[in-house]
Structures are given as C-alpha cells and as structure tokens.
C-alpha cells in the first residue's frame, strides 16, 4: 500500500484531506472533507499526476484516451497524461470539455484530442459524490459513434450511500457499464492516518476515528 499510503499523507499535507465539521452538499455532516482545489502548485499537480498514472497502470486498464470533465478534471487529466508519459512510456492523448459549447473558431465542447470509432476513454476525476458530471460525460461521448467510455479513476471512493441506498460509484457502474478504481478509500484513510503521526501531527485521533466510524456507520455504502 506505499504509494497509496503516500498519497494519504500527501492530500493531508497539501490541506485537501481535511477534517473537522463540514457539510456536503447533500446536507449531510462529515467529519472529513475533499477540496481538491486546495492544489495549487508545479510540485503538487506533478505528485498528483503520478498517483494516477500508479493507479491506471495498476488497474490494467489500456484506455486510448483520458477525458478531464470541467473544471477540476482537467489539470487531472493533464497531469495524469503527463506522468503515464515520463514514468511508463504510454503516450496517451487526453481531451477535457468546455461548460458551454464554443459557436466560433474550431466549434464543439471538446478541446485536444478528438476521440475516433474504436478508441476507449478513461475519465479522470477527483471525488464523485452525485456522479452528475459522470453523467454528462456520458452524454458527451454518447454523440461520437464508436467511443467507448470504459473506465472512471477518482482519487478518494467515499464509499457513501446515495439516496437509493447504494453509493454513487456502484450505480455508475451498473448504469454505464464501466470500470471504476479509486487512488484510495476512506477505509485506506483510516487505516493510514489513525494515530499516526505525520510531520508532527496526527491528522486522525480516537476522537476523529469514532467520528468518521459513526458517520460511515449512518451513510456507508
């Protein structure tokens, strides 16, 4: 588990693995939180790509294409793109989709590489909670004849049920038919971080434990 125990440490220390009270936008109260938006140097948007270029390689998975969905899954996809070349020797083309579709210049929603009858797409994200954004992207490459949308690689499975009562990855799996692998879980988290000290701090204590143990004990999928 080294890399992923890397990546622990290394969203606590980035300040995007918080803890304490918060809210999700479903209305439900976390002990933990996921703010990705918290990355924002070179140095980190290059350890990140290299998580997910560990994570594709260890699935197995042999994607033609990686998709960013906007905004957060673009430098995702980018870094991820960018390690997959310099570690592993796989030169993959990504793509990532604008918000509103461009009526001018090259036209289209999608900027980069333009995805062909035969190739397989592997979206990058960071936290699915809804999978709203997996569900457009469906709509998206649902429009080009021959694209397969094969695989989604997030950061974290919150391993949360919806309010179907199964966790939003799960039914992305069974709606789309796609395979679906996370960097980490929340048990990983838990595992890696109870009592444990990282550069002087413990991230997770018993406190915090039986917190987030009650939490997934109400809403874990």
């Given amino acids: 588990m080294s890399y992923k125990t890397d990546f622990i440490e290394f969203m606590a220390l980035s300040g995007v693995l918080l803890f304490g009270d918060f809210t999700t936008k479903s209305g ?23 998580f997910y270029a560990e994570c594709i390689a260890e699935s197995g998975e ?32 990504y793509c990532f989709n604008r918000k509103e579709e461009k009526d001018h210049g090259e036209g289209g929603s999608l900027i980069g590489h333009k ?10 994200e960071d936290v699915v909670t809804a999978g709203t954004a997996m569900r457009e992207t469906a709509a998206l490459f649902s429009a080009m004849p021959g694209v397969k949308l094969a695989s989604l690689f997030v950061s974290v499975d919150r391993m949360e ?15 789309m038919g796609i395979k ?15 009592n444990k000290e990282v550069e002087g701090r413990v991230f997770i ?5 039986r917190s987030m143990e009650d939490y997934l004990g109400k809403y874990g999928s």
Avoid at 28 to 50: C, E, H, M, V, W
Avoid at 81 to 89: C, D, I, Q, T
Avoid at 115 to 124: L, M, R, T
Avoid at 180 to 194: E, G, M, P, R
């Fill in 161 to 175: 049920k919806g309010p179907g009562g199964r966790s939003a990855l799960d039914e992305l799996r069974d709606e």
């Fill in 180 to 194: 679906i692998y996370s960097i980490v879980t929340v048990k990983d988290i838990i595992s890696a971080l109870h």
């Fill in 62 to 93: 042999k994607p033609d294409v990686l998709f960013g969905p906007a905004y957060k899954g673009i430098p995702l996809a980018v870094a991820a793109a960018g390690s997959l070349y310099r570690r592993f020797g796989r030169d993959l083309p």
């Fill in 28 to 50: 439900r109260k976390t002990p933990y939180f996921i703010n990705t938006g918290n990355y924002r140097t070179g140095s980190q948007i290059a350890k990140l790509g290299d």
């Fill in 205 to 209: 204590d018993d406190a915090m434990l």
């Fill in 115 to 124: 995805p062909q009858s035969g190739e397989s797409v592997a979206v990058i």
